[in-house]
Nanobody, 131 residues
Framework: QVQLVESGGGSVQAGGSLRLSCAAS????????MGWFRQVPGKGREGIAYISSDDQTRYGGSPKGRFIVSQNNAENSLTLYLQMNNLDTEDSAMYYCALELVPDAKYCRGKYVRSTEYTHWGQGTRVTVSS
């Protein structure tokens, strides 16, 4: 059973940094696409960073240039990271990681940027940025 567990959220002042983690377990896959999304009340989930099993990264949304996605894919262990720098009050949101299993990382190209394309989700971690 696929399980995604986010951590690392919290409260920070504007201009500060946070690093989110997402521990993924319960699957063996030839390939996968993963993404970080965020959501504020009353709005849909915004995709902000994506990474595939072959380490290709893409970015979207307003944080482009300030956030960096990475992963540590060791044997029997996969952790996704989101380094968030120069945080702004508008970055306050619930942050989620998402996973889609695919036959090969090439299936991630140009796809899996919308929340509706992902099957597996974590419970989220809250980020609050104060001025």
């Amino acid at each position: 059973q696929v399980q995604l567990v986010e951590s690392g959220g919290g409260s920070v002042q504007a201009g500060g940094s946070l690093r989110l983690s997402c521990a993924a377990s319960g699957f063996r896959a030839l390939g996968y696409c993963m993404g970080w999304f965020r959501q504020v009340p009353g709005k849909g989930r915004e995709g902000i960073a994506y990474i595939s099993s072959d380490d290709q990264t893409r970015y979207g949304g307003s944080p482009k240039g300030r956030f960096i996605v990475s992963q540590n894919n060791a044997e029997n262990s996969l952790t996704l990271y989101l380094q968030m720098n120069n945080l702004d009050t508008e970055d306050s949101a619930m942050y989620y990681c998402a996973l889609e299993l695919v036959p090969d990382a090439k299936y991630c190209r140009g796809k899996y940027v919308r929340s509706t394309e992902y099957t597996h989700w974590g419970q989220g971690t809250r980020v609050t940025v104060s001025s």
